[in-house]
């Protein structure tokens, strides 16, 4: 069975770090893009960042630029996000979503989706 499962959200206070995984089962990431993606309630699905399959090429969103950093091991079948100097408006459930060769942040571009972690910043 594929399926991607995030882990590692919580809630954390300002300034704070967090780091998120994506771990792949039923099928191997080494030909896949990674992207993670958020919601904030109310608000639409915003793409944060991706990693390419080939070389590792990343992009980041402005609003998380400087701060998070994505980073894949394919050993272990799993991609993470480490997420430092985070602010209340990084609220949000985080997803991570496999494409295959898939680069960029059009949620178009992914075929597998995780169900996501919520990541709270709260003092």
């Known amino acids: 069975q594929v399926q991607l499962v995030e882990s590692g959200g919580g809630l954390v206070q300002p300034g704070g770090s967090l780091r998120l995984s994506c771990a792949a089962s039923g099928f191997t990431l080494d030909y896949y893009g990674i992207a993670w993606s958020r919601q904030a309630p109310g608000k639409e699905r915003e793409g944060v960042s991706c990693i390419s399959s080939s070389d590792g090429t990343t992009y980041y969103a402005d609003s998380v630029k400087g701060r998070f950093t994505i980073s894949r091991d394919n050993a272990k079948n799993t991609v993470y996000l480490q997420m430092n100097s985070l602010k209340p408006e990084d609220t949000a459930v985080y997803y991570c979503?496999?494409?295959?060769?898939?680069?960029?942040?059009?949620?178009?571009?992914?075929?597998?989706w995780g169900q996501g972690t919520q990541v709270t910043v709260s003092s």
């Open positions: 979503s496999a494409g295959v060769w898939a680069y960029g942040l059009r949620p178009d571009d992914y075929d597998y």
